[in-house]
Structures are given as structure tokens and as C-alpha cells.
């Protein structure tokens, strides 16, 4: 009748089926909870241990579940990588930190080049003069932090709103 090959242990065999049959079981109670497409990829999994061990890997999967578990247990002993890991969080939090202060502009240095231009001083001049594009509706300034949320535009964008809305004047959308 049906003779298992010489290399494949029974109890690596018992193992792959428990496993399926507990996997099998879970994937019942999910297909009942939340739907077939859960319940049908739990059988999926299910399926991969029987697999295993008819393929005869698993004394592989073993060791590799034992070395796994070595260097984690080693990891979780060692000062040196709780020192690493403590110097990860830093540096995130010190990321974390300077791009809120570059949101907010604290401590950044003022651009040179582009941004402080003849046109972009003109441009600024304008809008804080006479209501130019950066003025609201009723003519009024908008104010930094305001309810609305919205932070006054740097003078190189302001040069563009002018062509905006000079295309909306077209369009007859005032």
C-alpha cells in the first residue's frame, strides 16, 4: 500500500498535520466571523505545514525557527543593543523635532539667492502694501495662524497668484 519515503520522519509528518488540522480549525471559526475570503486564505495557511513536512523540510524549519529565537533571546540580553536602541529613538525623535521646528521656522537661517531678489522684495512690498494677491475678499490682510489655519504665502509664490488671477478675470470669474 502506501509506504511514507525513508527520509521522512512520522513524528515530523504528526507535527504538519496537527498543525493543519489547528490551522484548519481557526480557519472555520474565521470563515464564520468574518467571511468566506478570510476563512478560504486561513485554509491557505493551513495548508502550508502538512506541506512542509510531506516535502521533508521540516527539520529546516526548525532550525531556522531555533536560530531565530538564539538571536533574539541574544538580543534582548545584550546592553550594547539596548544602547543601539536607545540611540535609534533618539535620533527619531531628534528627526521628529527639527522637521517641526523647520515647519514652524524656528531656527532655520534666512534663504539667500532666489528668494531674497529684487522681484521677490518688490512682490512681498506689494502684498503688504496695498492688498495686493495676498489680500482676502473684503480687502483685509490674512492673518498668520488664524482660524482658517493658513500661514501667508513666501513672496515667490505671491509673483504667481497674479497670473492666476489674471486668468480668472478672463474667464469672467471674479
Excluded: C, H
Excluded at 504528526?14 to 474565521?30: E, M, N, P, Y
Aim: glycine fraction near 16%; avoid cysteine.
Amino acid at each position: 500500500m502506501f509506504e511514507l519515503p525513508e527520509n521522512l520522519p512520522v513524528s515530523d509528518l504528526a507535527v504538519g498535520a496537527v498543525l493543519t488540522g489547528l490551522g484548519l480549525i481557526v480557519s472555520f471559526l474565521l470563515w464564520r466571523w468574518r467571511g468566506a475570503a478570510s476563512g478560504v486564505r486561513g485554509m491557505a495557511w493551513s495548508l502550508v505545514p502538512l506541506a512542509v513536512a510531506l516535502l521533508g523540510l521540516m527539520s529546516v524549519v526548525w532550525e531556522f525557527v531555533r536560530g531565530v529565537a538564539g538571536v533574539v533571546t541574544g538580543l534582548l540580553f545584550s546592553p550594547l543593543v539596548w544602547a543601539g536602541v536607545v540611540l535609534s529613538g533618539l535620533a527619531v525623535v531628534l528627526y521628529v523635532a527639527s522637521g517641526v521646528m523647520r515647519s514652524r521656522g524656528v531656527g532655520t537661517a534666512p534663504r539667500s539667492g532666489k528668494g531674497t531678489s529684487a522681484e521677490g522684495a518688490k512682490a512681498a512690498d506689494a502684498a503688504k502694501g496695498s492688498g495686493g494677491p495676498a489680500a482676502g475678499a473684503g480687502g483685509a490682510k490674512p492673518q498668520v495662524g488664524s482660524a482658517s489655519g493658513k500661514k501667508a504665502a513666501p513672496a515667490d509664490d505671491l509673483s504667481d497668484l497674479g497670473d492666476i488671477e489674471e486668468l480668472l478675470r478672463k474667464r469672467g470669474i471674479d
